[in-house]
């Protein structure tokens, strides 16, 4: 099968643009942090322990990791935008459907299902912004990163109030997302009728071939990619239960995981601009996994000093997802390098991120405890100090696989 001949683009225009980039931002998230709050009643509702808990959280990135790999190589043949339609389009059938089934196993098939649209979305956007964005780059990746964290946050945070007393209000709950996600289809369908096949094209002295591998820099961000990503499924999922066998109420514990992932609206505004202007990012980005470890600390050692405290802590240590997803425009020249580093930064750093919450589960059910957790975490948290700092060195992943 050839790759479509590409036709020549009508220009997008800034307003469609960034409501193309606002649209997709917000919907990226809900699919994986709505379910966080409602664990405890999904799982029981099936019948379900720990195990089941660890795996619903771990499914986000093992479905992030698993079909981000095909991202790249479905867009050179669909585009950019087509094939962020099409994956959009199916997240859409699954989130609608997961709520009715019947079968846990069904469940966490249309789970599955639902993160498709954001599995190759994460991937996209980043290079989509770097072809589309000209010298709003900065501008657009602030909008999305900003987008993400208010997705995520509003998702966790509205997850219990959607859900109402009832019995099986979670399903309610859930099936709001399904509902919302229409909104990036229609939008981005009027991008595609502008855009066309919109695969970045190589530079014109050739496609850069060299391997990511060859790069320290590709392989200091997907391994701090993957150590953020494992931190905050973790959270996501996870911790809502760690908070309330400490004797916080559901609704507060959601309350307290949103305002972790509402710090990556501050992250989202602020670190695109930072990486653009600072020379000095390697002692920044290395501090945010020393933030998380003591966020994680303070948890376990101090937990009556406040957890809201705590939460602000994480979630300031939460500036390494926005500052991941900025460094992947910001750490390369052509677009192509940017797919194909997003490419491999994004899949890999889920799918060894999908270790965490399988980690945490079984380490829970295997101790009883919650603090072993915590503990857990607060390690991964110095490894993502070491990851950081040496990402934060200013280098461009184009040379280094040439070199």
């Known amino acids: 099968m050839t790759t479509p001949a590409p036709r020549r683009p009508r220009p997008l225009g800034i307003l ?7 649209t997709v931002g917000v919907n990226l ?25 660890g795996l619903l959280t771990a499914l986000p990135p093992l479905i992030f990791g698993a079909f981000g790999l095909l991202a790249v190589p479905l867009s050179r043949r669909m585009g950019l935008t087509g094939t962020i339609i099409g994956s959009f389009v199916m997240a859409a059938l699954g989130l609608l459907l997961r709520p009715a089934s019947e079968a846990f196993a069904l469940f966490v098939a249309l789970s599955g299902f639902a993160l498709l649209g954001p599995a190759l979305g994460n ?13 709003r780059t900065v501008g657009l990746m602030t909008l999305y990163s900003a987008t993400l964290a208010i997705g995520g946050s509003a998702a966790s945070a509205l997850a219990v109030p959607l859900a109402g007393t009832a019995a099986d209000g979670w399903k309610d709950s859930l099936l709001v997302w399904g509902v919302v996600i229409a909104v990036p289809v229609v939008v981005w369908a009027a991008v595609l009728t502008r855009t066309g096949h919109d695969f970045p094209p190589p530079p014109a002295h050739g496609e850069i071939g060299g391997s990511l591998l060859r790069s320290p820099t590709a392989i200091a961000l997907t391994l701090m990619f993957a150590l953020q990503s494992l931190n905050a499924y973790t959270q996501f999922g996870m911790l809502p239960q760690v908070l309330t066998d400490a004797g916080i109420s559901p609704a507060r514990a959601g309350v307290l995981v949103a305002v972790i992932a509402g710090w990556g609206l501050v992250g989202g505004l602020v670190m695109p601009t930072v990486i653009a202007r600072v020379p000095g990012l390697p002692w920044i980005v290395g501090g945010f996994g020393l933030f998380s470890a003591a966020g994680y600390l303070g948890l376990l050692l101090v937990p009556t000093v406040s957890p809201m405290l705590w939460a602000c802590v994480l979630g300031i240590g939460g500036f390494a997802f926005p500052t991941a997803i900025a460094l992947l425009p910001a750490r390369t020249r052509s677009p192509l390098v940017t797919a194909r580093l997003s490419g491999m930064v994004q899949p890999i750093g889920y799918l060894l991120a999908a270790l965490g919450p399988i980690t945490a589960g079984i380490l829970m059910d295997a101790t009883g405890s ?10 991964t ?15 461009l992943v184009d040379h280094e696989i040439r070199s």
Request: no cysteine.
């Open 29 to 53: 998230r809900p699919g994986a942090t709505s379910l966080g709050p409602l664990m405890t009643e999904v799982v029981e509702d099936y019948g379900r322990g720990a195990f089941a808990s």
């Open 381 to 395: 948290g110095l490894l993502l100090a070491v990851a950081g700092f040496r990402v934060g060195l200013p280098r």
């Open 16 to 22: 469609l643009t960034v409501f193309a980039v606002l």
């Open 123 to 135: 991937v996209l956007v980043p290079a989509w912004i770097k072809l589309h964005g000209g010298n």
């Open 370 to 379: 919650s603090s072993v957790v915590l503990w857990f975490l607060a390690g």
